[in-house]
């Protein structure tokens, strides 16, 4: 691979193993690691580190040249409930982090985007269950608009300037090693490290709360995967559904007490509640799985074992 890679944002939950994965593959002196602030030590001792703000443009482009940036990974954003609190802040930094990237490929001085997008794409009106690639969508939160928007610009740029951004709309992602920031979907770490801790869990989504989850490891797999895919394999250029499992948390904490049989949960749902019923239940990824071969290997039963052990193993280092 000519060029470097950079990653906006990489100290957040996904950046950090996404920055540690491209490592390994790629070489520790091609990749660069941005965030506004420092991260995980893991993090920061594997390679070059560059402090920047994923909306200042002049910041990025000068890191882009300096280093002869050719890949982005655009990780930096506002989640579901930080942005609900702070509706200018992340529109301004989900908005504008994305326009600045696909301004440099349009200019020609980078080659390929990652950017995410997220099933808060979707909103009440959206079909729940095995929601479709293409379907009803209106989104009823912050973040939610912020990405159908980021979408429809990542469409256009590919079509009227053929930019080579690629998508995928994550579901929640869930990780030991970096803690997640503010989305609704955060209860199903939480619970693991209360589950380790104290046995005991207070969700703040109702029991009956199906969401569309996933293990870090599949995202991280996916990310790399529809990056490295031939470009004509690419057929959709707003942002792919993708999927591994779905519970509820009943059903999470009912896995859990498989390996505590103490383990009590209790509910006590707040605003969170509310966003998590505007989004889907499980989401239809097939054609992420015909266009690019996307296939996760994680199911509930895995992900709770390697979860379960990944925390009780963090708590000893710290202890
Ligand atoms: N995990 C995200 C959130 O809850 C969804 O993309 O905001």
Redesign the pocket.
Known sequence: MSGRILIIGACGQIGTELTLKLREIYGEDKVIASDIREGAEELMQSGTFIKADAKNKEQLENIIRENQIKDVYLMAAM???TAEKAPMQAWDLNMNSLFHVLNFAKEGLINKIFWPS???VFGPSTPKDATPQTTVMEPTTV?GIS?LTGERWCEYYYNKFGVDVRSIR????ISYKTL?G?????YAIDIFHEAVKTRKYTSFLAKDAALPMMFMDDAIKATIEIMQAPEENIHIRSSYNLAAISFTPEILAGEIKKHFSDFEINYDPDFRQK?AESWPSSIDDSAARKDWGWQHDYDLEKMTDIMIEGVEHRLQEKA
Request: glycine letters at 16%; a neutral charge; charged letters at 10%.
């Open positions: 989640l579901s409930a997220s099933i808060a973040y990405k994550y579901p929640g992602i997640p503010g989305g609704t979907t955060d966003i």
